[in-house]
């Protein structure tokens, strides 16, 4: 049962564009969402969360969407660059219940060309 | 600081044998997790410590497996009589929390993780 799902494997966007990367959920008691990036050979790092009490957060080149009614949130990246270049998971986490694992997505491949 | 080391990079090991990792979490944290990923999936949550204490395991984590935090520092990974569906990535993380919250979530701390590959 994927509860935390990223329907598109890959996206391809030309740098300096607006690179927009989608995921949804299915368990409603999801209490925070996070983002992290991960390049080839090395660990996910961290990019980005976002509490289930808010509906937006940015830093820098990179916002996140929460939409609770529609269990669905995005990573907006702008403008995107060639480093952006990765895999980028979604994951969700039960905070209210105590716990910190991370339940992650699938993942989309992030190609930004010149 | 040198970030989460795990050892090895690699494993190559025939179907039938015991294999174990080895993850050193970043010296402050009190915190250690274990996750597995397979070929086309996103990581998947096995086991976390706080300090020697186990404090919750997935039902992946079956009987074969076995992981341990000793002394609050280091923490092993074993997987006994090994089977071609375990062959996957492996991944330790550390944070340093006492209990979970939004600031300090996003603090996990991967490593670079272990292939495993069950021939």
Sequence with gaps: DQQVKQNSPSLSVQEGRISILNCDYTNSMFDYFLWYKKYPAEGPT??????????????????????????????????????????????????????????????????VFP | DTGVSQDPRHKITKRGQNVTFRCDPISEHNRLYWYRQTLGQGPEFLTYFQNEAQLEKSRLLSDRFSAERPKG?????????????????????SSLLDRPGPSTLGGYTFGSGTRLTVV
Excluded at chain 1, 86 to 101: E, H, R, W
């Design chain 1, 46 to 111: 961290f990019l980005i969360s976002i509490s289930s009490i808010k509906d937006k957060n940015e830093d820098g080149r990179f916002t996140v969407f929460l939409n609770k009614s529609a269990k669905h949130l995005s990573l907006h990246i702008v403008p995107s660059q060639p480093g952006d270049s990765a895999v980028y998971f979604c994951a969700a986490s039960l905070l209210s219940y105590n716990t910190d694992k991370l339940i992650f997505g699938t993942g989309t491949r992030l190609q």
């Design chain 2, 73 to 93: 520092s280091f923490s092993t990974l074993e997987i006994q009589r090994t089977e071609q569906g375990d062959s996957a990535m492996y991944l330790c993380a």
